[in-house]
């Protein structure tokens, strides 16, 4: 009763005990909402729609993903894109808000950590898969070989697949090792099989005072190492596009745009799994409505950032000096994509304003709906920089209005998304998603604290 | 694989493209003709026949997956759209050859690369097919194998295959082909010179396109050998490889030169010249 | 100071294993990704007929390019025509007998070429040029002939079918043309010139530019 | 005998090359002992492995007979050049021509003789095929033998007219669908030679009536090198002015400095107009021409041309300044001037200009005479072709071979032909494909490609000197025992006929040498035996016929132009036609459909749509505006003899009331590469004929057009992705300068 | 010599955090402060004040691993692209600076990174076999435990203590 009028306002309940807190997250390991396995069954089933696909594309060739020589990347890059964007939020929750000392990312840092490591192995994926010869993909591998050839390390392509190994390890380093702690706790509690896994996980945790002290200094070195990490990945992305002399892209403006769209898509992906985790792992006294409402209100912050970023974007361009620029942008407003553009544009600058109402962000379907959408938005943004540019470039002869992705292409898109649902799940099947001994200090910390205030 | 070559390069820092005479020896070029073009579109068949292109097919080639290295593009002019009444325009457009070509940079595996005779050579075998050399391209040259064009979509059923060119490869699915100014002409033509202990003459070696043209409107050969007639021809019209702006352009004060290399303002330095298309306004 | 504290560190208990632990892995690791694979030669090759390349060019000391006569004027050294081998061998009563002389007249009688396996065969996308390497090594500097055949096909005077003893990979191709070669007189002084430099013109030897290996298009087709 | 040895010198190589090359790039194993590797059996020190070496031959695409040098290596032809030696191309190549190796390597080539049993053509081979052929043949009754063959030249058609003779009759039918007959007969009586030489790079206008000289026009190649002089400038010369009228624009039309879309039919109108105009401002030229013309062309005064022809005043205007102020001009007239009722009135009014003009024995000369008019180039006409039909319908003929023209295909659906045809007792059809004519047939004979064969060619348009090209094997042949020469086959019938005249030839190819070599004092002189002649003619390819004083013909040109016999009447057609649009046929690449099946071709975007692998139909922007047509709209064109659906191309190059219709495509029966594509506009064509010579009239038929509703996608290499993009959208691609601004005379 | 180790849970810090006070404050012969550890489900709020500062390497492996990674990806790009001079492009130098920058500055953080970890793994004594030392799953629960490793004699004495703050449980081992 009292802890429910509590549970309005506050972020956490703080006479939650420390074994309360254990026994509920480690359920989450055994036995979740009948949800769970719906969701699962579905990303994997889309998942093997898209593996299909993949299969057929990489026999046939990538003519089956109605691709053309004007339009030579298509959904892929688009999407790969989007993924890396993704990721983002992931280091912004553990990182950034762990360096400041906002104590409220503590129950879902965890899971925005995983989330930022299984999209970057999905956007990984869409490398491969948008390779002509994925089979020769060893290229550009940097390796002493027996052709005493090297990479081309001039080409960003090669800086993306850089960036992203060091952001990938070093993403999987910090969950890992934020995660030792818990690791322990599952040992000491599973039986069986889990026993082993966990024990060999936990190295050996024992909560020793040293154990503790080199692991608050380690884990924030790394903090602090990830998030410029983060920047320059997406900064490096963006100049996939910035370095390349097409109309369009060729702006300076691009990385920090390129990072805005990141952290949007990022935070709002988070939204969306802190609602499908609440519910299937029964998490309603962790992932409460006061973090799901900073979390919101995050998103909307960034959302203006982006919309200042997408606007100066478009000024560079117009108040530029090159006319086919201009000229491709108007493409975009008028031209065969236009629904698509307008459409980014709504659901990306004006739709997040609905998230200033306190009813809006404390509504918990209202922001599923919302979340996603924003992601939609967030999506047909990167396909809008790709497609638009290459259909109307330079060379007036190639241009191409028609292109539109086969359903092969579609396939595999749909497909990475559940590529990614299913190791989500997978993930947090085997992982505590909320993080217990973090939970803990946040309990301790602020009774202390309220302890100190009283006193006082 | 020594210190010394890391050393050796180490002093390249500065460099920068196009040097002057960064080509003391050999510099393929081209000058193309657009009075004297006709658009018979012989040189696009040649092209096909000398470099082992496929034949995509009416489906293929409305998805924009046709494999012509050359291609002839039909423009009307915006004055009379509706009665033409100076005829069309015609331009050959191929690979560009630039000397500093927005493609080589992009490349990962480094497949696409500056040869020393000033070509922008592409290594098939190296190409992983990301495509990128293509999205960078202004003049959207390359062309890539969507397909396994030999054995599954069966380009060249028997006997055709007969026809083929053996000096250079039938290009497999996945990788990036473009114009390659004949290359396998080219190192023919070098191994016999070198044999023979001399530099290479002029006209002892064209391209496939320039051999066909009917109306001889594409030239090609040594820009660094001043006597070469593409030599003469780029001097006559005042255009200068490694300059990004031509005298023409400077100032009007030369309105009869015709000579002009497409998109100089974006700084590829092509390895192109065309010549203006001349129409007498009297008739 | 900093090394006090990681001895300091080490020295303390369950750290030198751990130590050692991670040490050993990080330098399994590394010894992987050095050895990539590298290319092997070949082994022995199953002929129609086990041409004994040793008496030929070992016992008789026949130069190469009597049979191989293409070499020295195509890109393909080719095998010699039919015609060659009879040539000789019409008049060569003594060995008429033996069985492979048999087999080699059988072809004759058929007017059939002899169908011999290619031993030295490079990827398809490679253009090695004979001639070229004949005309120099063999021509303009006049050194032993299966001296200079020997660089890529080792000493074939003491093999009876041809063996593939080099790995002819990019690499092994590369790992000779790097060599400055000083003994070459003016005019074919084989040093590859990397991007000629404004800065260093002098580098540029006349009528040697874009020779293999600097140029991609050299070897590649 | 030396024609087996030479063949074997191209035997192919080692065979599996091509599959290699076809792997590569990728998985090529590299493991020895993989590939196998073959040589010569017996060697020859020229021919080298991975060497080419470059044979001499004639390219036998079109009437222009280039001459060509093929790169054949390891025994394989890789690719035709032109032939430096020849003076028609000098050493240039058309795509046509280029394209002529897929003739040869074509998947769909025949390979074996098929015979007719019980309806059914089943395969057999030539042992039994000659002995039919040779049998029946020997039965025919006297005279009642026809045999319709392509235009021929060279001892071909020596050999054709005698086997025709030997069979006692006198029907050797030389067959052009896309015949220039009439401006043949219009030039032999107006200039005094059916094909003048033309010389235009020393003429400062050219003004042609619809003669696309570039693309299609009797001798393209050697045209289009003369144009490139004819437009460069020198200190002498300046730069040749263009001016092309036309209904419809051909590439020679696109590459005009003046276009002008006349409304058809009224070529000759306009001609006589401008004559008027020029007499009127210089009498003096009167004197070259007869007081006849002059009337005549009093006739024409500037108003009733300009209503007649529907070309504006100014341009008019223009283009007789044009021709009062420069000179010398020449003045072509073309099919598309020619192909109506009053076609040769047309063709006659438009070459009299160059009497006008004064441009006779300046830039249009007398050819040099031959002195073989048995081997003169026959070109065909499509008289021969009525003929034949004649023929085959009042039954006139036991046997009939046919050679090189597909008449079921070409011939207009009026004739009949594929009714008529099985009239014929015993047809035999000597073609590469099955096509549409072999299908009819009772012996369809498979004959060497153009590459595999022996021949003689004489051009019917020559350059500066007469030449003989010879044809020469470029490998051995493809299928050994599927395919044979025709002229091989023709000698078998001869021997059997006349076994005296012929039995000293072993095949086509000794009685080739033979003939030369007999003749050889007629040629430019070789020196060395007979031996060496022959050798050397096949290195060059080429044989310079020796022109006597008394066979050069400056001076059988006429001194004035002759009496003319002008007949306009519907030159202008009544209103309320029910038919209210022209049908102008365009001439393309593929001819009269017999290149239809080289996928280069059909790969390669038709210059002026850039549409590929398909038909259109050309809809003037105005009319189909009126008609409310879009690009791609399948459109059905109706004529009184037939009609067809056709994807709809909206095209400025056109004349209002004209609809444009490629010829070439739309085969039933010719292989995989052009079966089912696009439509065939020789079936609708009306029953029209020209009044004086009876060719058929090409550009007379009248059609009404008509949506059908479906729409289709169009396939181009232009941007039809994107909005149909027709220029060049701001950016400097193309640059124009005008002629007075350039500085052309300092370039050389 | 010290050959006996003592396990005491505790209820909480307040309890764990006076005994270990009042083991100072006994300061017992033969006990070596090194060898008090604390075990618990956090970490605790003032460690320092109750064991006094000890040391924490990691910061120094940082610094070394990026300062190798920076140094070594430079160098190993910087020759790779020297030695491989086939590859040159148009318009750019055959070492460009601004590319290898880029890669140089993920090389920094990847070394920075990895080293840390390394590092961390490394003084923490991880990974450890459980039984190389006395535990007890509470400590991962609600519990905090206090170990002291000493002679048998001392350690009675720290029993002693322990009991005295309403030790929960103590464990005792004889290490061999």
């Known amino acids: ?456 | ?283 | ?221 | 005998m030396k024609n087996l040895q030479r063949r074997d010198f191209l035997r192919v190589l080692g065979w599996g090359g091509a599959s290699a090359s076809v792997a590569a790039c990728g998985f090529t194993s590299v493991d020895s002992g993989v590939e196998t590797v073959k040589s010569y059996v017996e060697p020859e020190d020229f021919n080298v492995p991975g060497v080419g070496i470059y044979y001499a031959s004639t390219c036998t695409q079109c009437e222009g007979l280039c001459g060509v040098v093929g790169r054949v290596r390891d025994g394989r032809i890789l690719k035709l050049e032109g032939n430096v030696a020849s003076t028609i191309n000098n050493g240039k190549l058309c795509g046509l021509g280029q394209a002529s190796v897929q003739h040869h390597y074509n998947p769909d080539r025949l390979r074996a003789p098929l015979l007719r049993k019980d309806g059914e053509l089943k395969p057999i081979t030539w042992a039994e095929a000659m002995p039919i052929l040779l049998d029946r043949t020997a039965a025919t009754r006297d005279g009642r033998f026809a045999f319709l063959t392509g235009p021929v030249s060279g001892h071909f058609k020596v050999l054709a007219g005698n086997t025709t003779e030997a069979l006692g009759s006198r029907q050797h039918l030389v067959y052009d669908p896309l015949s220039t007959r009439i401006n043949r007969v219009a030039a032999e009586q107006v200039l005094g030679s059916g094909a003048p030489r033309l010389l235009l790079e020393q003429a400062q206008v050219i003004v042609s009536f619809g003669a696309d000289f570039l693309d299609t026009w009797v001798s393209p190649v050697h045209f289009a090198g003369q144009y490139a002089r004819f437009r460069r400038a020198t200190e002498d010369k300046p730069r040749g002015t263009l001016v092309q009228i036309e209904p419809r624009m051909t590439l020679t039309g696109a590459n005009a400095d003046r276009w002008i879309a006349i409304r058809p039919g009224t070529e000759g109108v306009l001609a006589l107009g401008i004559a008027h105009a020029l007499l009127a401002a210089r009498p003096s030229a009167a004197g070259a021409v007869p007081p006849a013309l002059v009337t005549a062309a009093t006739a024409f005064d500037r108003s009733r041309v300009l209503t007649d022809t529907g070309v504006s005043a100014e341009a008019f205007d223009r283009l007789v300044k044009l021709l009062q102020d420069r000179s010398p001009a020449v003045v072509l007239s073309g099919p598309s001037a020619e192909g109506h009722v009053h076609g040769y009135s047309n063709a006659q009014a438009i070459l009299a200009l160059n009497w006008v003009l004064g441009s006779v024995g300046k830039t249009v000369v007398a050819p040099v005479k031959s002195p073989f008019p048995q081997i003169a180039a026959e070109s065909g006409d499509t008289a021969a072709l009525r003929q034949f039909a004649d023929g085959l319908a009042a039954g006139r003929f036991d046997t009939v071979f046919i050679h090189d023209v597909n008449p079921v295909y070409s011939a207009p659906a009026f004739l009949k032909i594929p009714e008529l045809l099985p009239k014929a007792g015993f047809k035999v059809v000597f073609a590469q494909y099955r096509d549409e004519t072999a299908n009819l047939a009772d012996l369809v004979l498979p004959v060497d490609s153009s590459l595999e064969d022996w021949g003689t060619h004489v051009a019917p348009y020559q350059g500066e000197n007469l030449e003989l090209t010879l044809q020469q094997p470029l490998m051995e042949r493809l299928y050994p025992d599927g395919t044979r020469s025709v002229g091989d086959v023709l000698l078998e019938v001869l021997k059997r006929q006349r076994p005296q005249e012929y039995k000293g030839f072993a095949d086509y190819y000794a009685y080739l040498r033979a003939a030369l070599v007999a003749n050889r004092a007629a040629f430019a002189p070789i020196d060395g035996d007979d031996e060496y002649f022959w050798t050397e003619a096949l290195s060059r390819g080429v044989l310079h016929v020796k022109a006597g004083a008394e066979a050069h013909g400056a001076e059988h040109a006429p001194a004035r132009l002759p009496a003319l016999e002008l007949d306009f009447a519907g030159a202008t057609t009544p209103a309320g036609d029910p038919y209210p649009f022209t049908l102008a046929p365009a001439v393309r690449a593929l001819r009269d459909g017999r290149h239809a099946n080289l996928p280069w071709l059909q790969e390669t975007p038709d210059s002026l749509t850039t549409i590929v692998w398909d038909s259109w139909a050309e809809v003037h922007p105005a009319t189909a505006k009126r008609l409310g047509i879009v690009d791609g709209d399948i459109l059905e064109i109706a004529s009184a003899s037939g009609s067809l659906k056709v994807q709809a191309y909206v095209f400025p190059g056109l004349h209002p009331d004209v609809i444009g219709l490629p010829l070439g495509q739309g085969h039933e029966s010719m292989g995989r590469y052009a079966n089912g594509i696009g439509v065939n506009p020789f079936r609708i064509l009306d029953p029209v004929f020209d009044r004086r010579t009876g060719e058929l009239a090409m550009y007379a038929t009248r059609v009404r057009v008509s949506k059908t509703g479906t729409r289709t996608n169009i396939v181009s290499d232009e941007g039809w992705k994107s909005g149909n993009l027709k220029t060049q959208a701001g950016r400097k691609l193309v640059a124009v300068l005008p002629a007075d601004k350039a500085k052309l005379s300092e370039e050389v | ?176």
């Open chain 2, 1 to 283: 694989m020594s210190l010394d070559a890391t050393l050796n390069d180490w002093t390249k820092l500065r460099q920068t493209h196009p040097l002057p005479g960064s080509h003391p020896d050999l510099k393929w070029a081209m000058a193309i003709d657009l009075d004297a073009c006709t658009g018979c579109n012989a040189c696009v068949v040649a092209c096909y026949a000398e470099n082992n292109l496929p034949v995509v097919g009416k489906e293929k080639f409305a998805a924009g997956q046709a494999m012509h290295w050359m291609r002839i593009e039909r423009y009307w002019n915006e004055a009379d759209e509706n009665a033409p009444e100076q005829g069309a325009q015609f331009l050959p457009m191929m690979c560009q050859q630039c000397e500093a070509a927005p493609c080589e940079t992009v490349c990962p595996v480094g497949a696409t690369n500056h040869t020393n005779d000033g070509l922008n050579s592409q290594v098939y075998n190296r190409c992983i097919g990301s495509r990128y050399c293509s999205a960078n391209c202004p003049y959207k040259v390359r062309y890539f194998n969507w397909y396994n064009y030999p054995e599954q979509v069966k380009a060249w059923p028997e006997p055709l295959p007969m026809q083929l060119n053996p000096d250079l490869t039938v290009r497999t699915k996945g990788v990036m082909e473009k114009c390659t100014f004949c290359v396998q002409r080219l190192t023919d033509a070098k191994n016999n010179a070198r044999t023979e202990g001399r530099p290479i003459r002029d006209g002892e070696v064209t391209t496939a396109c320039a051999q066909a043209c009917p109306t001889s409107a594409i030239t090609f050969g040594n820009l660094s050998d001043a006597h070469s007639q593409v030599a003469q021809k780029w001097r006559l019209q005042r255009v200068e490889l490694d300059k990004d702006k031509q005298l023409k352009d400077i100032d009007g004060s030369h309105p009869g030169l015709r000579g002009y290399r497409i998109f100089e303002d974006l700084r590829p330095y092509p390895s192109v010249m065309y010549l203006e298309r001349v129409r007498d306004t009297q008739a």
């Open chain 5, 1 to 176: 010599m010290n050959n006996k180790r003592i396990l005491g849970l505790f209820n909480d810090f307040d309890q764990a955090s006076a005994a270990i006070r009042e083991l100072r404050g006994a300061d017992l012969p033969h006990l070596d402060w090194n060898e008090v550890t604390i075990k618990s489900p956090i970490e605790h709020p003032d460690v320092e004040s109750l064991l006094g500062v000890r040391s924490i390497p990691i910061r120094k492996y940082t610094l070394l691993g990026a300062l190798l990674g920076g140094g070594l990806g430079f160098l190993g790009i910087a020759t790779a692209q020297g030695n491989f001079f086939q590859q040159l492009k148009g318009g750019k130098p055959i070492i460009p600076f601004p590319p290898d920058f880029v890669l140089t500055y993920e090389m920094f953080i990847l070394g920075g990174v990895y080293i840390t970890v390394l590092g961390f793994l490394i003084s923490a004594g991880l990974p450890t076999r459980m039984k190389s030392d006395l535990y007890n799953v509470a400590v991962s629960g609600d519990q905090i435990g206090v170990m002291v490793k000493s002679n048998a004699h001392c350690v009675d004495a720290v029993r002693g203590i322990f009991e005295r703050h309403h030790v929960l449980s103590i464990q005792e081992e004889v290490v061999k």
């Open chain 1, 1 to 456: 009763m009292n802890s429910v009028t509590q549970a309005k306002d506050k972020d956490i309940r703080e006479d939650l005990s420390w074994s309360q807190i254990n026994r509920d997250v480690l359920a989450s390991l055994e036995r979740p909402r009948a949800t769970y396995w719906v969701l699962f069954a579905l990303a994997f089933a889309v998942f093997l729609v898209g593996l299909g696909c993949e299969a057929y594309q990489y026999d046939t060739g990538l003519g089956v993903s109605g691709m053309n020589n004007p339009d030579v990347w298509g959904l892929y890059i688009a999407t790969f894109i989007f993924w890396i964007g993704m990721s983002h939020s992931g280091t912004l929750l553990s990182a950034i808000l762990h360096i400041i000392h906002a104590d409220w990312r503590k129950p879902i840092y965890r899971f925005a950590e995983a989330m930022t490591t299984f999209s970057l192995m999905t956007a990984g994926l869409f490398v491969a898969v948008h390779l002509g010869r994925l089979w020769e993909i060893y290229y550009a591998l940097p390796y002493p070989n027996e052709r005493w050839t090297w990479p081309n390390f001039q080409s960003p392509l090669l800086w993306d697949a850089m960036a992203i190994f060091t952001y990938l390890s070093s993403s999987i380093l910090f969950l890992y090792v934020g995660a030792i702690p818990d690791f322990a706790i599952c040992r000491d509690y599973a039986t069986g099989w889990r026993k082993t896994f966990y024990g060999k996980l936990a190295l050996g945790w024992m909560g020793t005072d040293r154990q503790w002290r080199n692991f608050r200094v380690s884990y924030l070195v790394i903090a602090c190492f990830l998030i410029p990490l983060a920047v320059s990945v997406h900064s490096i992305v963006a100049s996939d596009f910035a370095m390349s002399q097409q109309p369009g892209w060729h702006i300076t403006s691009f990385p920090p745009y390129f990072v805005a769209g990141a952290l949007y898509s990022g935070c709002a992906a988070i939204i969306t799994l802190f609602i499908i985790l609440r519910h299937v792992f029964r998490f309603e006294e962790y992932m409460t409505l006061p973090i799901l409402d900073k979390t919101a209100r995050l998103t909307f912050a960034i959302a203006m950032v982006w919309t200042y970023l997408n606007c100066i974007e478009y000024a560079t361009v117009w108040y530029g000096d090159s006319e086919v620029a201009k000229e491709t942008l108007m493409q975009r407003a008028t031209g065969p994509y236009s629904v698509y553009w307008w459409a980014m544009n709504f659901l990306g600058s004006v739709l997040p304003f609905t998230l200033i109402f306190k009813k809006v962000r404390a509504n918990l379907s209202a922001m599923m709906v919302i979340s996603l959408l924003l992601n939609l938005g967030m999506w047909l943004e990167r396909w809008m920089i790709v497609t638009p540019t290459f259909s109307h470039g330079y060379y007036p002869w190639t241009w191409n209005h028609s292109f539109f992705p086969s359903l092969v292409q579609w396939g595999i898109v749909f497909g990475s998304f559940g590529w990614f649902g299913m190791l989500f799940m997978l993930f947090c099947k085997l992982v505590p998603s909320v993080s217990m001994y973090e939970v803990k200090e946040m309990v301790f910390h602020r009774k202390l604290a309220r302890l100190h205030a009283s006193q006082a």
């Open chain 3, 1 to 221: 100071m900093m090394s006090h504290t990681i001895l300091g560190s080490l020295a303390r208990r369950g750290t030198v294993r751990a130590a050692r632990a991670w040490l050993l892995g990080v330098l399994g690791a590394l010894g992987l990704a050095l050895v990539s694979g590298w290319a092997w030669a070949g082994d022995k090759v199953e002929q129609p007929i086990e041409f004994p390349h040793d008496i030929h060019a070992g016992k008789m000391g026949i130069n190469c390019m009597y049979c191989h006569t293409y070499a020295r004027r195509s890109k393909v050294a080719g095998i010699p025509p039919l015609r060659k081998c009879m040539g000789c061998h019409e008049n060569i009563e003594s060995v008429k007998d033996k069985p492979r002389i048999k087999k080699l007249f059988e072809y004759w009688e058929k007017k059939e070429a002899i169908p011999f396996k290619k031993v030295h065969d490079l990827p398809d996308f490679v253009r090695f040029n004979h001639e070229r390497h004949i005309q120099r090594f063999y021509f303009q500097l006049g050194r032993p002939v299966q001296e200079v055949c020997g660089y890529c096909h080792g000493n074939v005077a003491g093999m009876t079918v041809a063996e593939k003893v080099e790995p002819l990979s990019m690499g092994w191709c590369i790992s000779c043309h790097q060599k400055d070669h000083p003994d070459a007189p003016a005019g074919t002084r084989v040093n590859f010139p990397r991007m000629s430099l404004a800065d260093s013109p002098a580098q540029e030897p006349k009528a040697e530019t874009s020779h293999g290996p600097n140029d991609c298009w050299q070897c590649h087709k």
